[in-house]
C-alpha cells in the first residue's frame, strides 16, 4: 500500500479544514498516512485542546505520525510548549526524508 504523506500549509479555516478531511479519509481507508505542518498550517496546531478542529480525531483514524516544520515555528515565532506533545517537531532535513519516504506527497 501506498504511503501519503499530507502537507498542510493553510491557516486554519474552511479550506484547512477540507484537506484534513481528506487525511482522514486516508485513515479510514488504513491508508499509511503521515501529516506535516509547514508555513501558516503549523498556526493549525494551537489551540487544539480548546477549540473543535478535525485535526483532533486524527488519532482515531490510526494516524499518528504528525510532524510541524522547525524551520516555520521559527518564522512565525512559535515555540514548541505551543504544539500538542504528540506532534514531532521536524528539522528541514527531516522534512526532505519525510518527503522522499512516501509514495505520495499532497499539499495545500
Do not use: C, W
Not at 524551520?71 to 500538542?84: K, N, T
Amino acid at each position: 500500500m501506498k504511503r501519503v504523506l499530507y502537507i498542510i500549509r493553510r491557516p486554519p479555516g474552511v479550506l484547512a479544514d477540507e484537506i484534513t478531511d481528506m487525511v482522514l479519509v486516508s485513515g479510514v481507508f488504513e491508508q499509511p498516512t503521515s501529516v506535516l505542518f509547514a508555513d501558516q498550517g503549523a498556526y493549525q496546531l494551537l489551540g487544539l485542546d480548546t477549540r473543535e478542529s478535525p485535526i483532533n480525531t486524527l488519532s482515531t483514524y490510526d494516524i499518528e505520525d504528525l510532524y510541524v516544520s522547525e524551520e516555520s515555528m521559527r518564522r512565525l515565532g512559535l515555540d514548541v510548549a505551543d504544539i500538542p506533545s504528540h506532534v514531532l517537531v521536524a528539522t528541514s532535513r527531516r522534512v526532505r526524508e519525510l518527503i522522499a519516504g512516501h509514495d505520495v506527497v499532497l499539499t495545500s
